[in-house]
């Protein structure tokens, strides 16, 4: 999928892959044919959820309020196409950082930094801005975080730093090479500390300046953030809970619960697929056993396949709500999902 600008900020938003009708659209500079009134996002969700209670605010480039006019109730964006992105528009998101953050009136916080994307454009990622532009992100990081830990009012919030693309080694994306797909996203929390223990090893040798933690897919942000922050999930996103994040949902049946919700609404926004599976296909379960699902011939047999596993988990779990079920449920949930999200979407590694 395209790494540009316009396509990721739609897929962070709505957990769905985006076209490539959104290169043209990433270039047009045309608010009237990018805007999304009424679009089921994250960000619709939350805001609908608080009923009027709390604000939703957006400080960065005009894309976000250009796709999103009717969502924003605090807002000041500058234009990427005019205005040197070096520094200006990471001065004035930064300028409304202390206001916003002895705040206590939005629900969610947006900020959209330009800067190191027109380094990366103008010089590569080695270049001799990269560094200064780093440290100055270091230092809106870790002020956000200072508030986090210290201001009962902010006690409770999630900062989510994330990059919605990577870059080739001449600064470049738009593309789907792999260093242009892979990004980094780290959630921060006091809340979060402790929860979180996956690690995987890595799949390529390491390097002075590379480190591994695992990966996911773009738009699993969408379903995790509905989990994390208690709305429900857009209709169509197709991404599923960051199974390192689970922990964060609390002990129990917590977490298994909201994956069936996500399961749930996964499998609904996948029904043509499957629909279209039931009725042009012979496929049939043999005696009633799930137990290899990759005798199949099809992706699309084979995700048939596990979410019929799903069901029976849930079944099983219903009947007999032991541990033991419940970690089958949740085990079997992430292999339909990651089964049937057919769409290859740009990799985050996740730094929890």
Known sequence: MPTLTVSRIKALTQGSSQSFLDAWLNV?????????????TWLSRLKASRRGTKKIVFYGIEMWVDLYPDIFDRKEDFSSFHVPGLTNIDTNVTRHLPDELARDDWAALVLHYLGLDCIAHMGGPRSAHMRPKQLEMDSV?????????????????????L??????AQGNHGGRLPEELAAATVFISPRLQGTTS??????LATAQDYLYYSTVNQID???????????????RNAGV???????ALGDGDAAAEFLVENARQLRHALGSSMQHLDSNSNLSRQDGSYTDCEEYGSELGRAMCLWDVVVE????????PSAEAREILKSSIYKA??????????LLYVFP
Not at 163 to 168: I, P, V
Not at 337 to 346: E, G, I
Request: net charge negative.
């Open 28 to 40: 047009a500079n045309s608010p009237e044919a990018m805007r999304l009134d009424g679009e089921d």
């Open 141 to 161: 990081v870790e002020s956000i975080y200072r508030t986090l830990e210290t201001e009962a009012h902010m006690e409770g919030t999630l900062l989510v730093l």
């Open 163 to 168: 990059g919605d693309h990577g870059m080739t």
């Open 198 to 203: 996956i690690r995987r090893d890595s799949p």
């Open 221 to 235: 942000i969408v379903p995790s953030l509905s989990g994390l922050l208690g709305f429900p999930i857009p209709e």
């Open 241 to 247: 809970f960051i199974p390192e994040l689970l922990p």
């Open 313 to 320: 988990a849930e079944k099983n779990w219903q009947i007999a």
């Open 337 to 346: 999902c990651v089964k049937s999200n057919y769409l290859r979407c740009p």
